[in-house]
């Protein structure tokens, strides 16, 4: 899934490492959910979108501009 | 990197039998085994002490069968379904080539085995979906 996890982390100056600390995951994790190849579960994404002050449904994006909704 | 994690059940088992093993082969003076076993032992103390704290990479912490977040305890289930998928195929070709080339006859742990690992199987199946 698509996020803004990488630009909201750099505009903090913060390393991969370092928001791993503060979310109790490891380095290779944050990689992997920057690269969007690892989707986080509710709990990591609401910490997440907590952690950068914003919303889930702002931090994460559905693929193509998806945007789930009816009509 | 973070608060130690707590020591996977795998680990915990896998870590008694091995000191256990060892100790019993100390005690009844199979040597190299015993100094094998415990070698084995503390080179998987070191290797779990470093995984706990999140230290090193995520394929080290994982072939030691100890994920530090969820992302590698997605990855470690997965590779584990593998892993028993295999031993239940491996095992039930090794009976059927037994039985056929045996007039019928299958080794007894051959048979324990591929029963046993059924068995749990089929429990691990019930309390997933019981959780799910």
Known sequence: MDNDIRRLRTERG????ALGQALGVSRQTVNSLEA??????LPLAILLARYFDTTVESLFHLPGGRTGRHG | MDTPRQLTWFNRILLAVVVAG???CTATGVWWFAAGLLGTAAALGVVLWRAVRGRG??????????????????????SFAVVGRTAIVALVAAVVVQAATRDGRVDATLASALVLVCLVWATAIRLALRRA
Do not use: C, I, K, M
Request: negative net charge.
């Open chain 2, 57 to 78: 990479s995520d394929t080290r912490r994982l072939d030691a069968a100890q994920p530090f977040d969820e992302r590698e305890h997605a990855a470690s289930t997965w």
């Open chain 2, 22 to 24: 060892g100790l019993w």
């Open chain 1, 14 to 17: 913060l390393s991969q490492a």
């Open chain 1, 36 to 41: 969007g190849r690892y989707d986080p579960s």
